[in-house]
Structures are given as C-alpha cells and as structure tokens.
C-alpha cells in the first residue's frame, strides 16, 4: 500500500451471478423461459469483520418481454438495471443506471438466438478527508493534520458506459435446456479519473464474461442448474462454477427449496440456500474465504442476499415455458 505506483480495480460483481442477469450480459434482457417479465434485487455485504466499513454493493433490476404475439418466432426485451455501491473508509461512492434493450429470435423449434446491448449512465465520488496518504505518515501513525500533496482535479466523475452481448439456448427436450453467452463490458473504454489525466491510465478496460449453464429435470422433484462463469478485465481474472438444485414441495412447484454449492477460482467457497414460493424467489449465499486472506479475515468473506420475481401477463399463464419446470 505505501509503495504501490499503480493500482487496478474491478467492476462490481456478485457472487450469485445467476440471480444478477442484466450486469452479467445485456442480452439477457427479456432472456426469460420460464415466465414473462421479472425484477430482482441484490445485496452484497464483504469483509465486514475486518473492515470498519465494509464493502457494501447493492442493486434492483427489471426486464420484460415485448412483442412476442406480434414478431414472428422472435420478440424483444427492454430492461434496466440501478447499481449503487460504497467501497471503504474513503467514501468511494458509485451510483449506475443502464437501460438495456436485447432481440430473441426462435432458430427452428428448439433453439433460440439472441443479442442486445445497453447503455449507462455512471456516477462516482470520494471524500478526500477520509482518506490517508503515504507523506501523512510519521514513521508511527498517519497525521491527518499533515498537509498531502495529493490533489484531486475532480471529487466526482460523470460518464457514459456501454455494454453488448450475445446468447444461445438449446432445448432439445423438454427436460433439457442449455444456455451460453458473451458479452463485454465497457465497449467505449470511458475515462474514469479523479486527476484529470488524459492517459490510459485513466480508462476502463474492456471487461469479457464468458458462461454456460443448463436446467436439468432429473426426476420428477428435483431440477438441477449447473453454471460456469468466467471474466477477465486488464490482468484480473474470475472464473466461478458450481450447481443449483430445486427440491419441489408441493403438486405443481408453487414451493420450491433452493441449495447450492460454488466455488471461486482461488478465492472462496459460496454455500446457496434459498426458498421459492409462487414465482418468487429468495437466496442467500456466504463466501467462505479460502485463499490465503483467510488467515486475517477468519475465513468470513461476503453476505449475499437477493430476491428474484417472475411472473406472466395476464392471460398468458399457459404459455409454454422453455426450460424444464415442474
């Protein structure tokens, strides 16, 4: 930290990036088969126990199907997605809005093509004085009434971000569907700098997201959804897999029991429980540390909790799902 030159952050993520559509790819928008239209939030809590003030990341989203009567064997999917997170001490404070628009067409019977993009809006801001600087430092602890020779051309930065992506579903059977996708993040590379410089230091590189999932009815009460997840931005790289099960409580899956279990290359171990009742669905996972962070934070990584709705247009209950259901 004190003889660090250049630092290297990271996009906002989640751990339960199945349950996070829209930031994961803009393609996903209105990329629903088992339902008309859904709004998710999302709340991360991370290192908490070794952080008076903890990174905080939460988010709300929505998106919907159009024109499905109207287009033939395709539609289109409008969505957004609010973002807001608080990182540190240092009152490092990002505010995102992206509106998201995608098209699916129908290849044949049982696949289905789609793309789509978004554009956002981001907001970010900091405040200097609780921030703490090397020549603040006396050989013994940080004297903040000792003058730094940091200066900051902006408090608060403004700018647009742009997203696309690509996916592709194949569902043979109607107790088989698989489903991958790609996209990048930051297509415009935008200028994020809080010293005005004109380097590229100062833009975003471009972030890539990878991943393949499947449904799987493997009897009659149990549906399992294995994922794979990677990303890759400048020299940082996240690769996630594991699976989900379904466990039907009830005669036509109005109550489901939701368990989980994944694993973060190198970095944590995410145990998922949840429960869903008539099309809503409530999850929370645990990121138990297992890289060698572990020795300072106990092991204890991240909360992460969200809920997730769907549903269908009135009159349209009966449609055809095309993912296996119970």
Not at 42 to 70: C, E, H
Not at 249 to 257: D, I, K, Y
Request: with cysteine; net charge positive; proline share 5%.
């Amino acid at each position: 930290m004190f003889s660090g030159i250049i630092s290297f952050g990271q996009d906002l993520h989640f751990s339960q990036f199945f349950n996070s559509p829209l930031t994961t790819n803009p393609a996903n928008t209105g990329f629903i088969p088992d339902a008309d239209y859904r709004i998710g939030v999302n709340y991360r809590n991370q290192w908490s126990n070794i952080l008076s003030a903890p990174y905080k990341t939460m988010s709300v989203y929505g998106d919907a199907q159009l024109f499905r009567d109207k287009l033939e064997n395709g539609w289109l999917g409008l969505g957004g997605v609010l973002l807001s997170d608080k990182a540190g001490s240092g009152g490092l404070r990002s505010d995102k809005f992206y509106g998201s628009i995608a098209y699916h067409q129908m290849l044949g019977l049982s696949s289905l093509l789609s793309a789509g993009f978004n554009l956002g809006y981001v907001s970010k801001r900091i405040d200097p004085s609780a921030l703490k600087f090397p020549d603040q430092f006396n050989g013994k602890f940080f004297d903040a009434t000792t003058a730094t020779g940091v200066q900051f051309s902006n408090l608060s930065i403004n700018y647009f971000d742009m997203q696309v992506g690509l996916n592709y579903a194949y569902f043979p059977k109607e107790d088989i569907y698989i489903n991958a996708g790609y996209s990048i993040h930051h297509v415009n590379k935008p200028k994020e700098s809080f010293f005005g410089d004109n380097t590229e230091a100062g833009k975003i590189p471009m972030r890539h997201i990878g991943f393949v999932n499947a449904i799987l009815k493997v009897n009659p009460r149990v549906i399992i959804n294995p994922n794979i997840y990677f990303t890759t931005q400048q020299r940082a790289m996240e690769i996630s897999g594991g699976i989900n099960a379904n466990y039907n409580l009830s005669e036509f899956g109005e109550t489901q029991l939701i368990a989980g279990l994944y694993y973060r290359y190198k970095d944590a171990l995410i145990p998922t429980i949840g429960f869903e009742t008539k099309k809503t669905a409530f999850t929370f996972s645990y990121d138990v540390t297992v890289s060698p962070l572990k020795t300072f934070n106990n092991y204890r990584g991240a909360a992460e909790f969200s809920i997730v709705k769907k549903g269908f247009y009135p009159g349209n209950s009966d449609r055809q799902t095309l993912c296996p259901k119970f």
